[in-house]
């Protein structure tokens, strides 16, 4: 009973505007890939919906069963379904027991991983341009769209088959279909250094199918607040040089961080309004009191889930490089390695069009607890 007042209720989700259907049940996906106009209750997703969320499906995927409409010129709900389409899974309120609690089995996973946070390349030089192999924990989200570049956002390598990203490069999204490892220069299939003058190192990425995505569950799309996401993908990456994940604060000492700390940040976004670098770029940021940001932004606006960091790079980031790991090397296990701190979640009009103004952050640490919780 309550499964068929969760379909009568979804048809009144789909009241909207049809998508294009190009003939014979055929249409265009979200996405832009062919897809079959078919009975939404037919339809793999929605099902997945429906099994998962009943009839409390969360409102980003209400307005995306709405535009998933199609006219088919007969009765009834239909929508342009693409089968195989994967749902990310977002706890609702009622279902999290407790997005404080630090989960004791996710934090053991965490703790196993005994070689995070160590470099490919054991130097990190000023600049731009990241040095092949400097940040081998970045990954990259690959989107199903039609694009020489279906790459959108950026994220982190933090278990042997988890990512942390930003929420919003997963909700009301293209699909995310894999996660690239080990890329450096977007329009190489290898890419190859040279090391003490004579030697040439040449490395591939590595492509995973995504299985499993989490997304915080009091994350609001078009908000700023708990912009946090975990991509689990298929199968186990294995470290190697140019593949290995960042330490995530975990450890009291990791904890410690003083007011104006330095961070870097990475990924393959646009460097201005024109410019699109095919090779990872990095910034140097410093974390501001929270008060800044309020300035700039609204008390609302801002909490402890943010990181408020100004940077006279801050304004290069603004385009491309969401979802990557704001990071530094810190004391972790008794040496020195790369630990993250945040998440670079902000859009172009909170990304800083200057040198004085801040930018927002996703703080990881302020949602740890959440991390733990989900890395089944």
């Not at 003939?23 to 099902?47: D, K, M, Y």
């Not at 290898?190 to 990425?205: S, W």
């Not at 990557?324 to 069009?353: A, L, M, T, W």
Request: contains cysteine.
């Amino acid at each position: 009973m309550g499964l068929l007042m969760a379909s009568l209720g979804l048809c009144l989700i789909l009241i909207g505007m049809p998508l294009l259907v190009l003939s014979q049940n055929r249409c265009l996906t979200l996405s832009g890939s062919t897809g079959q106009c078919i009975r939404a209750q037919e339809c793999p997703f929605v099902n997945q919906l429906l099994n998962v969320y009943g009839r409390s499906i969360p409102d980003y995927f209400r307005s995306q069963l709405r535009q998933m409409t199609c006219n088919s010129g007969r009765g009834g709900a239909y929508v342009c379904c693409q089968i195989n389409t994967l749902v990310p899974q977002v706890q609702t309120k009622t279902q999290s027991t407790d997005i404080n609690r630090i989960d004791q089995q996710g934090l053991r996973l965490l703790n196993s991983i005994t070689q995070c946070g160590n470099q490919g390349n054991p130097k990190v030089s000023g600049g731009r341009p990241a040095r092949q192999g400097s940040f081998p924990w970045m990954a990259l989200l690959k989107y199903d769209i039609d694009d020489p570049r279906p790459f959108r956002c950026s994220g982190s390598l933090i278990t042997e088959n988890h990512i942390l990203t930003a929420a919003h490069c997963i909700v009301q999204q293209p699909d995310v279909i894999a996660v690239r490892m080990g890329e450096h220069d977007l329009e190489t299939e290898r890419d190859c250094a040279v090391l003490g003058g004579t030697k040439v190192v040449c490395q591939e990425y590595e492509d995973y199918e995504v299985e499993d995505i989490r997304v915080h569950p009091n994350y609001v799309h078009g908000q700023i607040h708990y912009d946090i996401a975990v991509i689990k993908v298929k199968g186990i990456i294995r470290p190697k040089s140019h593949i290995k994940p960042i330490c995530l604060p975990i450890e009291e000492k990791s904890q410690d961080l003083s007011y104006n700390q330095d961070f870097y940040i990475a990924g393959w976004g646009r460097t201005d309004k024109t410019d699109e670098p095919s090779v990872l770029q990095k910034a140097i940021i410093q974390r501001k009191g929270l008060d800044e940001c309020r300035q700039f932004y609204g008390n609302d606006e801002v909490n402890d889930n943010h990181i408020c960091a100004t940077g006279s790079e801050l304004k290069h980031t603004c385009q491309g490089d969401s979802g990557g790991p704001v990071f530094i090397k810190h004391r972790f296990k008794n040496s020195f390695r790369f630990v993250q701190y945040g998440i670079v979640s902000f859009g172009e009009k909170r990304c800083g069009q200057n040198q004085n103004q801040p930018g927002l952050f996703a703080n990881v640490l302020d949602m740890l607890p959440w991390i733990t919780q989900n890395l089944q």
